[in-house]
């Protein structure tokens, strides 16, 4: 049975995947990505089949946390971290992945460099025309936003001119249709006989 991360890096996968069509118009092809661990493989979708149909796996530097898709469809950024997740064990490697995406078959290619996060990221996405990727951390609650330069590759931490409240266990990140806000959803904690809630916002 597919876990909650697995079947969001999935969806995501599948958003990113470029559909193929033919100059004759032949049925559409989508590729679909799905992560264990650190190795993230590209499914083709036999739909009238209704199979998966495994192809390569690329191997990040640490667990995939969440992928999200460059607008152009071209790209796909990819977190990772060796954190356990919640307030589990932390660990030291976190980063931000890019891959191109073949156009004809959805297969991955390392796209430069990974860049280091301070911590394990919980979630990310990019602003609408992907000029920016912007990533949230749970543990401490926190929201940052890097460049993506002009070659697509993930770049630097964009420094902002005052503190974020980033809340209680932030847990999504999203950028408004028009460009102009960011909203962090922050997910709090339970309470405990010895401890007050700790609200979401």
Do not use: C
């Not at 590729?31 to 036999?46: E, F, K, P, S």
């Not at 951390?137 to 770049?155: C, E, M, Q």
């Amino acid at each position: 049975m597919f876990s909650r991360r697995t079947f969001l890096s999935a969806a995501a996968g599948s958003l990113a995947a470029p559909r193929v069509t033919s100059a004759a118009q032949a049925p559409q092809k989508t590729a679909l990505y799905a992560n264990v661990g650190a190795d993230l493989t590209r499914y083709d979708i036999d739909v009238a089949g209704a199979e998966l149909i495994k192809r390569e796996t690329v191997t990040l530097p640490a667990g995939v946390q969440y992928a999200w898709p460059h607008a152009s469809r071209r790209y796909l950024y990819v977190a990772s971290s060796s954190s356990a997740s919640g307030y589990g064990k932390a660990g030291t490697d976190h980063h931000v992945t890019a891959f191109k995406i073949d156009p004809a078959t959805g297969a991955l290619s390392p796209h430069g460099k990974p860049i280091p996060l301070p911590t394990r990221p919980i979630h990310m996405s990019t602003d609408i025309p992907s000029e920016n990727i912007l990533v949230a951390f749970n543990n401490p609650s926190a929201l940052r936003v890097y460049r993506i330069n002009k070659d697509f590759t993930p770049g630097e931490e964009v420094t902002q001119p005052g503190p974020i409240d980033a809340g209680i266990f932030a847990h999504q990140v999203r950028v408004t249709p028009n460009n102009r806000q960011v909203i962090l959803v922050t997910r709090g904690n339970e309470g405990t006989p010895a401890k007050a809630e700790d609200r979401a916002r």
